[in-house]
Structure formats: structure tokens, C-alpha cells
């Protein structure tokens, strides 16, 4: 068997970039890998960048395991306008209405509607599909759990003298929708949104995804939110919004020419820091397939 083909067993930890779904980095992680067995524990948007847990082979069956750990994202929000997405990708209605400074961030359990153009599913189709397709969804409310919710800073925008700009760090359970949470503090829709981790599992361990064929560098889309506004972040104290990992990363043609290099987590390895990180917090991951 070559070298491309031979098994692997593992979770990879991913720096997804921002238009990139979890399928397509999923597929090609498989390609890459000559067909192997592969899946995610934890869909990210394709607005959203970050951390990504792609399991090869048999980490596959420890999925419900790995998808139970707590997330980290960090967000910066518009405050004084609305998105019907949640983020920049909707239509946007300025309303100058800013939340209270500071607002009051919800922790414990939550009750929550995730936002219409999102991956979940309704009747075995994304609802972010359906939306694009003009389809009014009533999104089914759901209890989440958020653990840390916290401001990390807030500022004038330097573009509209009527609006604002936060930074938010979000810790939270399985199933949570950080736009939700944004929006829900009237008025305000998410920037840019980077999981930062899952579990004990961190980004910046985390490798590009392999270049989807024919991959050319994205230019900067217009209106792109500022870097040196997550570069303030951290000077305040707060983790940055890192840099989405871009298409011309180096890293992705070396690792996608030589699969064996990247950085894959052995499934028992991963396994014993889940339940490290269960145990010191309290919770309870569920057990993986047999």
C-alpha cells in the first residue's frame, strides 16, 4: 500500500478559512488521504473560521464523544444595526439603537433560536440553503448552555460615528449559535467569527486544510473588518481574531503533498485528553461507538 493510502486513525486539528464549509474541508482531508474514512465533530459556518476536529478513520465512530465538548469562539460585533444573517453576508439595517455598555450577557442555560441561514437541518436539508432559496423558516427554539460571556472591548466605529464596534470571548455547549447570541442584544450582528477551541483542543495547533482543486488566493473582500481591531484586542487583555488562514498558505500544498506530515492526534490520545478535560470541568462527554 503507498504511502498515501495506508491508514490513519486520528483526529486533525483544522484552521478553517472563512468560505469554506465543513463538507468541503472534510472532502478534502478525504482526497487528500487517497479515500480515506473521514468526518468532523462540530459544523462551523462558512462565514465562520477556526478550529475544526476532522476524524480519519476510525476516530469517525467517537464523534457524539468529541462533539460534546464545551467551544470557544471569539466575535466581533457591529452594534446599532441588524443582520438578517447574523453577519455581513445579510441585509443590513441600521437602527443607531446600541445595547446597553455593558450589556447583559447571559451564562447558564439559554433558550435560543438559531439563525435561518445556518447548517442546521430542517427536514434533512441546511436551513442556510433553504433561506437562499427565499424560504421564510421558522427556526425550532432550542436550550443551550453558555459558560463564559464576556466583553472584551467596545469602541466607536470609525465609519459611522452613529455606530459601534465589541469584541466578545464565548464559551459555551454543543449546539450554540454565537449569532444568535449577538443579535439577541438588540441591536448588533457579527463581524467576524473564529472558533478559537474545542475542548482542549486549541487553533493555534491547528494546519490549513488542504488547496480545493484549482484554488487561486481570495482577495479581501471590501469592508473587511479592520485587523487592528483584533490586534487591539489582545493589547486589552482579550485573545485576538487571528487571521483567516488563507488559500495561499504554504503549509496547505506541503501538507497535501505529503499527508504523513500533518499533525493527526491518535484516536486514543485524543480520547484521554476529552475525558481530562470532562473531568476538570465538570462535564460529561458521551462514549464513543464501539
Not at 447548517?119 to 441546511?126: F, P, Q, S, T
Not at 427554539?141 to 464576556?150: A, S
Not at 491518535?266 to 485528553?273: I, M, P, Q
Request: hydrophobic share 40%; with cysteine.
Amino acid at each position: 500500500m503507498s504511502e498515501r493510502g495506508r491508514a490513519h486513525d486520528g483526529v486533525l486539528l483544522v484552521d478553517k478559512p472563512a468560505g469554506m464549509t465543513s463538507h468541503d474541508v472534510v472532502a478534502a482531508v478525504r482526497r487528500a488521504l487517497g479515500g480515506a474514512r473521514t468526518g468532523h465533530a462540530g459544523t462551523l459556518d462558512p462565514f465562520a473560521t477556526g478550529l475544526l476536529l476532522v476524524l480519519v478513520g476510525r476516530a469517525t465512530k467517537a464523534q457524539s464523544t468529541l462533539m460534546g465538548l464545551r467551544k470557544r469562539y471569539e466575535t466581533v460585533a457591529q452594534l446599532g444595526a441588524r443582520s438578517s444573517t447574523g453577519d455581513t453576508e445579510g441585509e443590513i439595517t441600521l437602527t443607531g439603537r446600541l445595547p446597553a455598555d455593558p450589556p447583559a450577557l447571559p451564562v447558564g442555560e439559554v433558550r435560543q433560536r438559531p439563525p435561518a441561514h445556518s447548517a442546521v437541518k430542517i427536514r434533512g436539508e441546511r436551513a442556510y440553503r433553504r433561506a437562499r432559496r427565499g424560504e421564510q423558516l421558522q427556526m425550532p427554539e432550542r436550550t443551550v448552555t453558555v459558560h463564559r460571556f464576556e466583553q472584551l472591548w467596545r469602541e466607536p466605529d470609525p465609519r459611522d460615528a452613529a455606530l459601534q464596534r465589541a469584541a466578545y470571548l464565548i464559551e459555551c455547549g454543543s449546539g450554540t449559535y454565537v449569532r444568535s447570541l449577538i443579535a439577541d442584544l438588540h441591536d448588533a450582528y457579527c463581524l467576524a467569527l473564529r472558533r478559537t477551541a474545542i475542548g482542549p483542543f486549541d487553533v493555534r495547533d491547528a494546519s490549513p486544510p488542504p488547496p480545493r482543486p484549482r484554488e487561486r488566493p481570495r482577495a479581501e473582500a471590501p469592508g473587511a473588518v479592520d485587523p487592528g481591531a483584533a490586534s487591539r484586542a489582545a493589547d486589552r487583555g482579550g485573545a485576538s481574531l487571528a487571521a483567516d488562514p488563507a488559500a495561499v498558505d504554504p503549509r496547505a500544498a506541503s501538507l497535501a503533498a505529503d499527508p504523513n506530515a500533518w499533525p493527526l492526534i491518535e484516536l486514543e490520545r485524543a480520547l484521554e485528553l476529552a475525558r481530562e478535560f470532562a473531568a476538570a470541568t465538570g462535564e460529561r462527554p458521551g462514549a464513543p461507538r464501539q
